[in-house]
């Protein structure tokens, strides 16, 4: 069995191969103190009926700003009670043999923090994953033949805090590459709490329906996807609907990331991204990336990032430099679908306080704090068991 996970502020939507029906459940966790029972989502809710019962239903709030909770005379980590949560949920479903997790944002510390959580409870790593919506929203794209997709494909997702717009584009280069890129392309916030009532339901019409004309005018869309908590109502949102429809096909689905999580699960499985496909959405970076540094007798040009490489991983990517009279280290960058090549230097600290005479040996990390907003920083490390390091770290974000 294949399992894709949607999650979002309130609840996990869990869909699979074998059902077309999804299932919504709270992302909430709870236990029993007598019976030391974990029970998740409705089921802690209703479990929650005396005083030997502790029920966390804001988990993911709780994930999100680095907090904890209090059961018993035991304080859980969020990341804890989350993979408790996740481990629940898996063996809801028998034989599972992929599990794919994606996420209504692109906030690094759900992800990373989702990821370990699943990580913890799966024993295969291979077998499971964690993205964001976009890579899960290509997947979906992908299933369908090439006629639909020859065009951009429009995406519009309705939280409770916002309308986005975003766009998905199929590039094929000169070399047979075909790059998959998610654009966000419109965020659109509104008060949705005040837009209640008759009165408030127009408002909210003509406000969606100029945002959906700004969005997509003079772009010839071949498919327009709606989904999200605003169009569970679609009576709500008539004009909007009314407006969209009338340009192109369209496809409303409240569940659409979790089957799509599916997909990219299956996609995983079998290897349908090859070396061929390079992802480009708000997961991963569209650079590619190089610096000229000394790293042994000779001078190297390290590759350092891919285009497509996952950035909420690149924290991983390190390596140590040789350093004699450089005063800076100057990095290459490909913004691979502009097809232009730019760059940037880094200061290395305490140059003008370097061992005289003597190599000096810096460790180089990098990482992204976002797709395309990247840290730089450089350790003074010594030279082996000859010289201490002297000066502190520096580190620097460029915006590539």
């Known amino acids: ?49 005396d005083s030997t019962d502790i029920v966390i239903d804001k988990l993911y709030y709780i994930l999100e700003n680095d907090g904890n909770a209090r059961i018993g005379d035991k304080s859980y980590e969020a990341e804890e009670l989350t993979s408790i949560f996740l481990k629940h949920l898996i063996l809801k479903f028998p034989n599972v043999e992929y599990v794919t997790i994606v996420v209504r944002n692109c906030n690094i510390k759900i992800l990373e923090k989702l990821h370990n959580a699943l990580m913890a409870c799966i024993e295969d790593k291979n077998k499971c994953k964690v993205t964001t919506f976009s890579e899960a929203f290509i997947s ?68 969606l329906c100029e945002f959906a004309k700004h969005s997509i005018q003079e772009v010839a869309y071949n498919n327009i996807i709606l ?35 599916v997909m990219l699960s299956r996609d995983l499985m079998e290897g349908n ?39 909420f991983d690149i924290d991983e990517y390190s390596f140590n430099i040789i350093v004699d009279n450089e005063k800076e280290l100057r990095f290459e960058y490909l913004k691979v679908i502009e097809g232009i090549i730019k760059e940037f230097v880094v200061d290395i600290p305490g140059s003008d306080k370097l061992r005289d005479d003597k190599t000096n040996e810096y460790e180089v990390s990098l990482k992204f704090l976002q797709q395309n907003l990247l840290q730089v920083t450089l350790t003074d490390i010594g030279f082996g068991e000859f010289y201490e390091s002297q000066i ?9």
């Open 273 to 311: 991204f090859s070396e061929d496909i390079v992802l480009m959405t708000d997961a991963r970076t569209d650079v590619a990336l190089r610096v000229n540094v000394r790293v042994s007798a000779t001078e190297d040009k390290l590759e350092l990032v891919k285009p497509g490489s996952e950035w």
């Open 140 to 207: 979906y794209i992908k299933s369908h033949t090439s006629e639909y997709y020859d065009n951009p494909i429009a995406l519009f997702n309705f939280t409770e805090k916002a309308l986005n717009y975003y766009e998905l584009i199929r590039y094929k280069s000169a070399d047979n590459l075909e790059y998959w890129k998610v654009n966000t392309k419109e965020h659109l916030s509104l008060p949705l709490d005040l837009l209640t009532g008759d009165t408030g339901k127009r408002v909210c019409d003509n406000l």
């Open 1 to 49: 069995m294949i399992i894709g996970i949607s999650i979002d502020e309130n609840y996990a939507y869990v869909s699979t191969n074998l059902d077309e029906n999804v299932m919504q459940i709270p992302f909430a966790i709870g236990k029993n103190l007598v019976s030391n029972n974990w029970f998740i989502g409705d089921e802690a809710k209703n479990e929650n009926i």
């Open 392 to 400: 502190k770290s520096s580190s620097r974000e460029i915006e590539l």
């Open 227 to 261: 989904s999200g908590l605003g169009f569970v109502e679609a009576s709500s949102y008539r004009e909007f609907m009314t407006y969209v429809c009338g340009i192109t096909e369209v496809n409303t689905d409240i569940n659409f990331f979790a089957k799509a999580a």
